[in-house]
């Protein structure tokens, strides 16, 4: 049985009454105007599939289906409460299974996600960054745009290195009105291109939990989410990461703390998901966070469509600027609407995600935030890359690393 499958497959499309109220959140939808490219469009596309009306290999079936950002601004919208995203992996697995994988997906999984590959790649990738190039390359077209990607991972100063993992603390608040004793416990997924690119975000959310009164400790044995194998099509690749990282993590019930949108919703598909939180959604819990000290910033929050929409996790990041003195958030037209990214559709689908993306470009523009704050590494390369193209120098940053900056600020780690 695949994951999706056991998830309910197709059945979560029977709900569907074809109202439409789900066309206007769609992006591709407004991109292109075409049904086939709404989720009313795709389900009926996914029905015929499921009926044998048309083959996996059918073209406009695959077209519109691989043009799908899996954004699912659909489901909330939905007033039968279609569950559109399951569906969608199940027939991206069929699809797969009938013909394949393109060859750029395979690779960029292989590099990105093989252990004893993507270290290199990844070690190789900072090393190139450390150069500055992939800044003054930034642009547009495949290979410029990656290079802007690439550039929007990297650090901004004043993110020192962790000082403690794997149990120890090191920091005592100023102020921790509800600080538990003893510390609670959290397990930390690493997972790959977090660890491989924003290892800074990976520290910021140690020390962050840290002064809210958590242990965070390693896990070893642990791997990739899977998500960008479950978005291929590759189902049995992800049910087999699925199954290691269970092992690894094991059967206690600390929390497991994800800062990556997309990884959280993926863990959250398997045997973890009762465990699986958001770094904003842990950090929010018990009245938290403790305040830190100003940032005099405009700010404007991008909440990750797999954090909003796929997780539904969207007061805990307000809490957490809102412990922030001086931050203003800054309101942005469309800002729940997808970036374009989406994995691995940035990449094979470059059209449709540019597409998407200039619509979110523009409404940063008419508002020019000092800093974009996203919580997922895909939307912040690609809106790290998008910026960069049009020669905008705005950082986009983890909303952890806001309140690292906060917490330094405040001397919370002196
Ligand atoms: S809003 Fe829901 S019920 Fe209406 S067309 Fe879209 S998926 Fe179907
Ligand atoms: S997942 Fe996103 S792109 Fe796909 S049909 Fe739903 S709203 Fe449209």
Known sequence: ??????????????????????????????????????????????????????????????????????????????????????????????????????????????????????????????????????????????????????????????????????????????????????????LLFRGCVMQGLFPHVHDATIRTLEVNGYDVREVRGQVCCGALHAHAGLGDEARALARTNALAFGDGDEPIVVNSAGCGAMLKETALAARVRDVTDLLAANGGPVSGGPLDLHVAYDPPCHLLHAQRVAAPPQRLFAAIPLLRLVTVAGANDCCGSAGLFTLVEPEMSRTVLQTKLDALGAVAPQVVATGNPGCAMQIGAGLAARGIRTPVRHPVELLDASYRAAGRYE
């Open 1 to 186: 049985m695949t994951l999706a499958a056991a998830r309910g497959g197709f059945a979560g499309l029977d709900a569907c009454v074809h109202c439409g109220f789900c066309l206007q959140a769609c992006p591709t939808f407004l991109a292109t105007g075409d049904e086939a490219d709404s989720p009313r469009g795709r389900i009926e596309l996914m029905r015929a599939l499921e009926r044998g009306d048309l083959a996996a290999t059918d073209t406009a079936l695959v077209f519109h289906l691989d043009r799908c950002l899996g954004c699912r601004a659909c489901e909330p919208v939905c007033p039968s409460g279609v569950r559109y995203g399951q569906a969608l992996e199940t027939a991206r697995e069929r699809l797969a299974d009938a013909g394949g994988v393109p060859w750029l997906a395979r690779a960029a999984l292989w590099a990105l996600t093989t252990p004893g590959v993507s270290e290199v790649v990844y070690a190789l990738a900072r090393a190139f960054r450390a150069t500055g190039l992939p800044r003054l390359l930034a642009g547009w077209g495949r290979i410029r745009f990656a290079m802007g990607m690439l550039a929007a991972t990297k650090p901004t100063g004043g993110n020192g290195r962790s000082r403690a993992v794997r149990g120890g603390r090191f920091a005592q608040p100023v102020t921790a009105p509800y600080r538990p004793l003893p510390p609670l416990t959290a």
